[in-house]
């Protein structure tokens, strides 16, 4: 888990210098985390988000990435994240921790 909406993972039909890859969740926002966090309250919350996500994976049996949307322009692949059958982008949101993002300017963190 590199942060709150972002993953790096290894996928066996990948080169192996292509590997691990990042994938980020698709339609969602976390806050930032160190120094590209605007606020405290943006940072607590970015560390929040990426515990979450942390647990989530650590706690998970079953991982799928579903509804693969192709690239970012940071060249991560953006995907659903489903977990033990629950989708990771929506119980971030349910927790306060995550946004729902469709692309453009994002909302602040720190009001």
Do not use: M
Not at 8 to 21: G, M
Not at 40 to 60: D, N, W
């Amino acid at each position: 888990v590199v942060d709150g909406d972002t993953v790096k993972v290894n996928l066996p039909t990948l080169p192996s210098k292509l590997n691990p890859i990042s994938v980020r969740i698709l339609g969602i926002d976390t806050p930032e985390k160190g120094e590209l966090a605007k606020c405290k309250k943006e940072r607590e919350l970015a560390e929040k988000a990426t515990a979450f996500s942390q647990q989530a994976f650590s706690h998970g049996k079953n991982i799928q990435f579903i509804n693969v949307k192709g690239w970012d322009k940071y060249h991560r692949i953006l995907a659903e994240i489903i977990i033990d059958g629950k989708n990771l982008g929506n119980l971030l949101i349910h927790n306060g921790l995550a946004r729902e993002y469709k692309g453009g300017k994002r909302a602040g963190w720190c009001s």
